[in-house]
């Protein structure tokens, strides 16, 4: 049984049990329908109350279900909310936790909601690259202004019932209580049971004065949607609803539900929702097993990386002390902190009471033993191994025994790290991108000795920081920047060949790139590449030398931060414009052979950067550094700009037909180098990355 039915005070209460967000799978809807019928014909029921069991209302539909026969057979959601709508009995929903997609639309087909303040309410449906399937989208504009409906669809962001219940003329909320939302709409129940007709949204009218409404959140779409439908979508059906009937609304809905669920976009963008929740489970690791705890966090250093990891702990409530060598350095980095909280302040994402009590939580310090009770240590400073060895050394005399001891380098080698001290079992990985806390990303770097336990604390920590982790193996550059460095080498290559670097960044930000390489080498900073490149050329007399970015880098052209890069800039601005001296200096390099300017050579370009991409991330699975090809989905889209709506480059690669990006992968390289071994395993055996 997915729902539990039961009659108290005539009211029959049909409670949903489908852990753990209670989707409306075809099992619990069949047993809805059935509940709701007995509620219908039972003559000692007088209203029926609709809720969600384990404190929450319903995620909506159960999204594992799309693309197999169960989403379409009946009774859809749509039959449900028609059953009820059209029953003489009135149905109470009583919303707690989260009510979410086909879950709100089940509410909005109810009679009347009975919603706790902190409960949450949304159409989340974009995000999966959909628009509500089951009337949201004609009902949502009929109880709440149009302004706030539009958003809520096109943007799939959840408010608060509180939030919903001030907005001026809401018909969507009909009772906030703070106390047991079932007794609650029981009482409630009480007092609508006579009321007829029932009410029902359908019947109410879309508030005017739609058009700049409208127009406002097209252009908020467009600027945030990169090329991807649901949107937009999404506004056309609000419109709709302002200019339709209520049944011709909810046909053009279904009808655009039905093509985009089918289309590539939603595909990718569910794999990419499952893929992120598939990262958290670590084979041969049990999840559950007991973890350490982590309520003191120490972090080395405190530069533009190390400050903004203290950030992204302060930010979920963890205090931290923050250890640097000198007081100067103390200073500054302390500053740099509160510069950014106050930034926040000011663009009102934050009060000040707020930004305080977050800086109330950090400690400062130039003593080891001042950190040496704290649970986790998180290491960020110098990216040289001499530096690494006196903190890890340091750590190993004073951190008390199972304190986690975390490294944040990004190309360092962490069994090295570990080798440092005597513990190598508690040392592990954690690569955050920066700025740290804003970035999604965090790679958990599992060593050859790293506990178990560490890992999956690590882990977790990292979800409770609001990031999205990923375990890598060691290796140079771990997942993301190993791959970047082919990346960036195949955008080099075409510059050699005669592009210009605004082709490149142009065609990988059509593709939905939220920017291209070079774009990105300059927001960063050309410097940091040009050391590892320094260190590598150093360490390998054959590593390939990349004598463009080499020769811009020594022309003193570091990016945003020097006023020019890859681009030239304005002071003050980021925006980049094309550079004489660029054009000068690729015109003496490239070989000019082939200019890729036409239509299909964006498309070229496009293939070239993402199958590099695609062949590196085979070497890495192939090796067991990712530990599934969804991870490196994950990470892409999570840290390096990847167009989530593209499912991340293993995904993409598997929509392409691997045989043929094997087919690419050797003509772009003239058969100098032959595909990785796995992909080519998989082309030839007519399998994919995250299928069978
Ligand atoms: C829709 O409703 C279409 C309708 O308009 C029209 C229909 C005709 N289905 O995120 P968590 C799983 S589209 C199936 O880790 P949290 C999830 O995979 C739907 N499974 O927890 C995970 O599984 P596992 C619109 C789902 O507390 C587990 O639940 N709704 C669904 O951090 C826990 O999830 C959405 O887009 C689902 N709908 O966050 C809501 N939702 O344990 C999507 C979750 O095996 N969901 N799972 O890894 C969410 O936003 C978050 O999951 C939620 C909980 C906020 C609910």
């Not at 106390?179 to 009410?199: G, K, L, T, W």
């Not at 058969?671 to 071994?677: I, L």
Request: with cysteine; hydrophobic share 40%; charged share 25%.
């Amino acid at each position: 049984m997915t729902t539990h039915y039961s009659v108290e005070d005539a009211v029959a209460i049909i409670r949903f049990d489908n852990p753990p967000v209670n989707g409306l799978s075809h099992a619990i809807r069949t047993d809805v329908q059935r509940g709701l019928r007995a509620a219908f014909e039972d003559a000692n029921v007088r209203a029926v109350v609709l809720t969600g069991g384990g404190g929450s209302f319903s995620a909506g539909a159960d999204i594992s279900e799309f693309g197999t026969p169960k989403s379409g057979m009946e009774p859809s959601l749509g039959t449900l909310i028609a059953e009820m709508e059209n029953a003489a009995k009135p149905v109470i929903a009583a919303i707690e936790g989260t009510c979410f997609g086909g879950g709100l639309e089940l509410a909005l087909g109810a009679h009347y909601r009975v919603a706790a303040p902190t409960s949450r309410l949304g159409l989340p449906e974009v995000t999966l690259g959909l628009v509500p399937g089951a009337g949201g989208t004609q009902r949502l504009p009929r109880v709440l202004d149009l302004a706030t409906a539009a958003e809520m669809m096109s943007s799939g962001t959840p408010h608060t019932a509180r939030h919903l219940a001030s907005a001026t003329g809401q018909r969507l909320i009909d009772r906030l209580v703070d106390h047991d939302v079932v007794v609650a709409a029981v009482r409630f129940a009480a007092e609508v049971a006579a009321v007829r007709p029932v009410p029902l949204i359908r019947d109410l009218l879309v508030p005017e004065g739609s058009a700049d409404v409208l127009a406002a959140a097209r252009q908020r779409a467009q600027r945030r949607s990169r090329g991807f439908h649901a949107p937009l979508a999404a506004l056309d059906l609000v419109e709709k609803a302002t200019t339709s009937s209520f049944e011709d609304g909810v046909a053009a809905e279904r009808q655009t539900f039905l093509e985009l669920v089918r289309g590539d976009e939603s595909h990718a963008l569910r794999h990419v929702f499952f893929a992120e929740r598939l990262a958290r489970k670590i084979p041969g690791v049990d999840g559950d097993a007991p973890t350490r705890p982590v309520d003191q966090v120490a972090v080395i250093g405190a530069g533009t990386m190390g400050g903004g990891i203290v950030m992204s702990f302060l930010d979920a409530g963890i205090p931290v002390t923050v250890l640097e060598t000198s007081q100067e350095a103390l200073d500054r980095g302390l500053a740099t902190i509160r510069r950014n909280y106050q930034a926040q302040v000011d663009k009102g994402k934050l009060t000040s009471a707020i930004a305080e009590n977050r800086l109330g939580m950090l400690a400062t310090t130039l003593d080891y033993h001042d950190i040496a009770q704290c649970d986790l240590v998180v290491e960020a400073v110098f990216e040289d191994m001499d530096v690494k060895r006196s903190v890890f050394t340091r750590l190993d005399d004073v951190m008390k025994p199972g304190a986690i001891l975390a490294s944040n380098t990004s190309t360092l080698d962490v069994d090295a790290i570990a080798g440092l001290t005597s513990r190598p079992h508690d040392v592990v990985g954690m690569h955050f991108f920066s700025p740290a806390n804003v970035m999604k990303l965090l790679e958990v770097v599992r060593g050859k000795k790293t506990a178990d336990d560490v890992l999956v604390t690590a882990m977790q920590v990292g979800r409770r920081i609001g990031k999205t982790g990923v375990v890598s193996g060691v290796c140079d550059g771990f997942i993301g920047n190993r791959m970047l460095a082919k990346y960036r080498a195949a955008a080099s290559q075409l510059l050699q060949e005669g592009a210009t670097p605004a082709q490149i960044d142009s065609a990988l930000e059509d593709f939905g790139f939220a920017m291209g390489p070079f774009r990105m080498a300059d927001l960063a900073g050309n410097d940091i590449g040009w050391a590892v490149r320094k260190r590598r050329y150093a360490e390998d007399p054959d590593f390939p030398r990349d004598e463009i970015a080499d020769a811009l880098c020594e022309m003193g052209r570091f990016g945003q931060k020097t006023g020019s890069g890859w681009y030239d800039y304005q002071p003050g601005s980021r925006e980049p414009k094309p550079s004489p001296a660029v054009d000068a200096l690729l015109a003496a390099h490239s070989e000019r052979k082939k200019a890729p300017s036409t239509e299909l050579a964006r498309d070229e370009i496009v293939r070239r950067l993402v199958f590099s991409l695609v062949d590196e991330g085979a070497r890495i699975l192939d090796e067991g550094i990712a530990v599934r090809a969804s991870d490196i989905d994950v990470v892409y889209v999570s840290g390096y700009g990847f167009p989530r709506h593209r499912g991340g480059p293993m995904f993409y690669a598997d929509t392409f037909g691997l045989d043929k990006v094997v087919e690419a992968l050797r003509e772009f390289t003239d058969g100098n180098r032959e595909p990785a071994q796995l992909l080519k395993d998989l082309a030839a055996a007519g399998k994919t990355f995250n299928g069978s």
